[in-house]
C-alpha cells in the first residue's frame, strides 16, 4: 500500500535503473551495445558517460524527504508512517 501511494505521488523516471525491479545492469549493458553498434554503421565515434552516486539516499536529509513528500501531495498519515520507519531504528551484526 505504502509502495503504491509513493509511486502515484513520486513516480520514477523511465530511466531511473536503481531501486526498482528490473534487471538494470543487463538493460544498460544491451543499452550500450546498441549505442556501439550504432555508432559503428553511421561511422560515428561513441560518447559514453557512466554516472555512479553512490550512497545518494545517505546524503539527503530525513526531513527534506518527509517535506518533498508534503509537496508532492502524499498523505500526512503516510508521511508519519515512513518517519516511524527511520525513528529509533538501528542495526545490529552477530
Given at each position: 500500500?505504502?509502495?503504491?501511494?509513493?509511486?502515484?505521488?513520486c513516480?520514477?523516471?523511465?530511466?531511473?535503473?536503481?531501486?526498482?525491479?528490473?534487471?538494470?545492469?543487463?538493460?544498460?549493458?544491451?543499452?550500450?551495445?546498441?549505442?556501439?553498434?550504432?555508432?559503428?554503421?553511421?561511422?560515428?565515434?561513441p560518447?559514453?558517460?557512466?554516472?555512479?552516486?553512490?550512497k545518494?539516499?545517505?546524503?539527503?536529509?530525513?526531513?527534506?524527504?518527509?517535506?518533498?513528500?508534503?509537496?508532492?501531495?502524499?498523505?500526512?498519515?503516510?508521511?508519519?508512517?515512513?518517519?516511524?520507519?527511520?525513528?529509533?531504528?538501528?542495526?545490529?551484526?552477530?
Amino acid at each position: 500500500i505504502l509502495s503504491a501511494r509513493l509511486r502515484k505521488a513520486c513516480p520514477i523516471n523511465k530511466h531511473q535503473r536503481g531501486f526498482i525491479a528490473a534487471p538494470g545492469c543487463s538493460e544498460n549493458l544491451k543499452l550500450l551495445q546498441t549505442l556501439i553498434k550504432s555508432a559503428k554503421k553511421d561511422q560515428r565515434t561513441p560518447g559514453v558517460v557512466f554516472v555512479d552516486v553512490a550512497k545518494a539516499f545517505d546524503t539527503v536529509g530525513h526531513q527534506h524527504i518527509f517535506q518533498v513528500l508534503g509537496q508532492k501531495g502524499v498523505d500526512k498519515h503516510i508521511i508519519d508512517l515512513i518517519r516511524d520507519l527511520y525513528t529509533n531504528c538501528g542495526t545490529t551484526v552477530e
